[in-house]
């Protein structure tokens, strides 16, 4: 019996196509054109279907050889899906994105029907694991078949794969949407006052003359942040707040009914609950306790924050206080203002210091020094000549971890605000299966702010590094799989490196021409960056607290309609709702899979604040540093977080960091960034299935 059953396993792996020449770089296809992607495509449909009839044709009593097959599953959905899952957004041809999108659609298909296959749920069940690990992935495998509606009646099941391709098609218009949005807003010269010229000066003209400027957040920040013109600041503020359209609100009220009905199907009221019995949380009700303890702690600072910037406004526009309102599109211009005159820090003037090239040094650095691991560039042929491909290798070892592909600046036809890291593929050491990620940003090539090297690049090399640096048994379980509101935590943690005179000096010694960053003003920079920070994390507060309006629990009296419930939560703020902007039609993330989900950015900065007081002595520790490779990246998914988070902290994990960071009485929290549209998509792509 066993022999019978390992020659399928073989067979499985076979069509996987992975376990020979494991040490080879993995190597990412570029596809030229439309027609190649949908040919990738059907043949890993076809190979799909055919390991599902293999796998369903084995005999019972399986031990960890059912779960090598399903993994093996897995590794082929990322052998194609990976690198197609990425290409949807970065690649150069539109042709080849919207084959990349209807590729991800069939496959959802095929999932939804895959797991309510009531024979591959049985041989799950008439499993017995043979250690932790392989409970662990039984039991997430369970539960995706079971989240599937694999118990439910015929009739509910069909519903559910309809609901299923729906929401997978819906949300991918919503994300085309902004990712093709073309608009354009003018400005005289005399409105970009205050904006570093070099950002707009090669901008095309409108024919009066007056320049025409996206709204990426290359540009709509500095704008907002910069232009002394608060007309200009109005116009960008609402032509980036309109972004999406009402064609996206009604995409989004559709979302949420579709997402309602799918819980539904399941017995639950909404469809946050559905979704975090999986999550650390628990429940919505958790979620929701979490919420207001944060918004108990983040009130008064927010008022005293907002008093501030009008007393600020008033004294620039000389006007008297009591005349004075301070409007939205104020908000980051006199933060900015503010936090210039009082620290003295400006964070364009970072730019010079920090070449992209010298930027990246740095972190490699950083990581040589804390993981013991080093990038070497590789050649490859990539799907934009901006795009660049490493080699990570342990230096103990000396053995090959991983690939890293970087594309890091703007360009047409490339999702245009934010970053992500799309893990491409995980590891697994059953196959010797090496993880490649691809790490995307849109940063300026002249050079990089600080907050730039530390919210965006900084915090997707985190991604990277636990999708890079991951050593799990199964793919299903490497890196970034895990739970959606741990996800966030070990990037979050590693922000605040950059704020360490001891770190920096790291960049320093990489690039002995850059300007220098003298500690003194990195300090005022650190001050300056906690500035704000009540706004920061009430805006925050209300984005976690709407997503769960829009997708937990109604009240009967409650609008339903998430531009209504956007209209009334943001209208009891202090700032109120300004009408016209609609900023839930630019909400990718709770359109697309951190639905019920936003909250996770608060509650892993807890995590991650937890995390971070284990380098308090020292944030260049190689020691701690192993520990935290050894522990909490090394084991993915394949350890439940809280136990990851107790295995490195030698204690449970508790908020007490995180509070005290609130109350401005420790090192202060992670950055928050404010105006920054870090609306715009998921900064890290859950894998499959
Ligand atoms: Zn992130």
Known sequence: MATLWRSIALALLCVAGVAAHADQAFSMPTYRDAAQVDADCQRMLADLKLQREALAQMPGQPGRELLASFDALTRRVQATLGPIDLLAAVHPEKAVRDACDACDLAFQAFISEFNQDPRLFALLGQMQPLDEIDRGYRRDLVESFEDAGVALAPAAQARVRELNSEITERSQEFERRMREDQTKVAFTAAELKGVPRALWHAAPRDAKGRTLLGVDEAIAIPVLQGAESAVARERMWRALYAVGGEANLQTLAQLATLRREYAKQFGFDSYADLVLRRRMVQRETDAQAFLTSVKDAVRARELADLAELRAAKARHLQTPLEATTLRRWDVAFYLERTRRARFKVEQEQFRAALPPDAALKFLFNLAHTLFGITFT?????????????????????????????????????????????????????????????????????KGLTLNDLSGTLLHEFGHALHALLSQTRYAGQGGTNVKLDFVEAPSQMLEDWVYEPRVMALHALGCPRCKPVPPELLARADQARHFGDGIAYARQHLYASYDLAVYGKADPAAPRDPMAIWIAMEGATPLGHVPGSRLPASFGHIASNYAAGYYSYLWSLV??????????????????????????????????????????LGRPSNSKAFFENLSGTGAGPSQLRIGSKMLATPDTKESRP
């Open 377 to 445: 560039p590789t050649r490859q042929t990539l799907w934009h000549p901006d795009v660049r491909a490493f080699e990570v290798r342990d230096d103990a070892q000396q053995v090959r971890l991983g690939t890293l592909y970087l594309d890091l600046y703007p360009r047409e036809g490339k999702v245009s605000s934010g970053a992500f890291v799309a893990p491409i593929r995980d590891a697994s050491t059953l196959v010797g299966q090496r993880p490649a990620a691809a790490l995307v940003t849109n940063l300026d090539r």
């Open 607 to 648: 995590l991650a604040a937890d995390l971070r007081t284990a380098f308090a002595a020292d944030r260049l520790d190689a020691a701690t540093g192993a520990r935290y490779r050894r522990t909490v990246l090394e084991n993915g998914g394949q350890v439940p977080p809280a136990e990851l988070m107790q295995q490195f």
